[in-house]
């Protein structure tokens, strides 16, 4: 899953046309959306067709949580939420993308625990296995776990056995991705932002790790 975390709107289309073939899915975040507008998913799903994951982190109330839901899973195929607010703001996305399926467009609820970076040690990582345990009680279509700490993605994906797992920190982060294969399974994502977006030549960037996840 490439982040396109570029805030020039025509930034991000060249970058998806060349690495479209090489990934699975496109996760777009504030950089982009606030540099542009929500519909610019649209126009990347449009020429890519690949699944585009709306990662706005969603930390409210319940009733927030809805409205910002609503209004980005009109264009998202989902959207990331923080799970340290409690089970009934995800409930609430999750209720949001149920009215979606309940008209046939599927849209997934994905939930951060351990975030990937060095600060997340100070106050998520002491309750990211108890998140980790009610995303998957809720059911959630996918957490996302540090690649950054193999062995805190391998304890998560222990507690969450077949929720998929997304996991950033590869590349720019100092993740290593041949020290998070072997705990990755194949519905499983490695995220990467920076690493392809900022190399000069993204397309083959992106297929540097299709060929290494595809070979393994
Ligand atoms: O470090 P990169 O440039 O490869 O980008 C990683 C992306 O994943 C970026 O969009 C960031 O906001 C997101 N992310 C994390 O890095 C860490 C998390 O725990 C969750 C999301």
Redesign the pocket.
């Known amino acids: 899953m490439v982040?396109l975390?570029v805030t020039d709107e025509n930034k991000a289309i060249e970058i998806s046309r060349e690495v479209f073939q090489y990934v699975d899915a496109i996760?777009v975040?504030y950089?982009l959306v606030l540099s542009s507008h929500l519909s610019i998913v649209d126009r990347i799903k449009e020429i890519t067709k690949k699944e585009i994951i709306c990662?706005f982190?969603l930390a409210d109330i319940p009733s927030t949580n809805e409205k910002i839901a609503s209004l980005t899973l009109r264009y998202g195929d989902g959207i990331?939420c923080h799970g340290f607010l409690g089970e009934d703001s995800i409930r609430a996305v999750q209720e949001v993308a149920k009215k979606y399926g309940e008209k046939g467009n599927y849209k997934k609820v994905i939930m951060?625990t351990?975030?990937?970076?060095r600060g997340?040690i100070q106050f998520i990582q002491p309750v990211a296995d108890e998140l980790a345990e009610m995303a998957k009680r809720l059911k959630v279509d996918g957490v996302?776990?540090?690649s950054t700490r193999p062995e805190r993605l391998k304890t998560i994906k222990d507690i969450v056995g077949d929720i998929p797992v997304l996991s950033?920190?590869?590349?720019?982060?100092g993740g290593d991705l041949n020290k998070v294969l072997n705990i990755l399974d194949e519905d499983d994502y490695i995220?990467?932002?920076?690493?392809?977006?900022?190399s000069e030549n993204p397309g083959r960037r992106a297929q540097y790790y299709y060929h290494i996840l595809k070979d393994r």
């Open positions: 982040a975390d996760k975040g950089p990662d982190k990331i951060v351990e975030m990937s970076h997340a996302v776990a540090p950033p920190g590869i590349g720019a982060q995220i990467v932002g920076r690493d392809i977006y900022e």
